[in-house]
């Protein structure tokens, strides 16, 4: 069986209050994604990377893995307009069939185990989407007075990895983008397929706002 990584990468760092994308702010002396690809080239599986970032940001990802002495084979593919876009051209760029995890550039804390996991159970069950419960209450806003409660035991909050059989995903892009695909999973549910969904983890961080990013400095010490 072939093993494959789509990592994707993210987007300004207009949320972050700094200039540079987020995916190449510093984490404990190197960039984020060489975090984030580390954590899959260290998982037994050992998939092949395919890293997907916007065309403008290749020369500079290509400065810093000479700065950092950052070796992992990768292959580079050009991004989208939107992420669903990205990911189908990375996608593309996979000829044979296996199995496929995407997941998103800034999530750097990801841990082999649950890499392994996920790819394991999409192998058996066709995908695996992470997940985790969400900790505080959660309201659903009605109108600018209004808000209703939400049973939070009916919720859970997306993560990635998401893995799939390239045979599902294949087929999930082949749907024209929906500005409701908000993610693999809703692609390949749209497309016919039950979504498994699996465990994640509390520190399998998403690096939006600074305050991520110093939790992130803290995880890793």
Known sequence: MKYYAIIVGGGSGKRMQNAIAKQFLLLHNKPVLMHTISAFISCAHKPEIILVLHPDLHQHWKDLCIKYNFNV???????GEQRFHSVRNGLMAIKDDGIVAVHDAVRPLVSCKLIAYAYE??????NAVTCIKPNDSVRKIKSDTESKIINRDELVLIQTPQTFQISQLRKGYQQHYKTKFTDDASVVEKAGFH???????????????????????FLLK
């Not at 159970?121 to 066709?126: P, Q």
């Not at 979504?195 to 961080?205: C, F």
């Open 73 to 79: 084979p990768h292959l580079l593919i050009n991004g």
């Open 195 to 217: 979504i498994n969904l699996i465990e994640g983890e509390r520190n399998n961080l998403k690096i939006t706002y600074p305050e991520d990013l110093e939790l992130a400095h």
């Open 121 to 126: 159970i999409a192998e058996e069950k066709g």
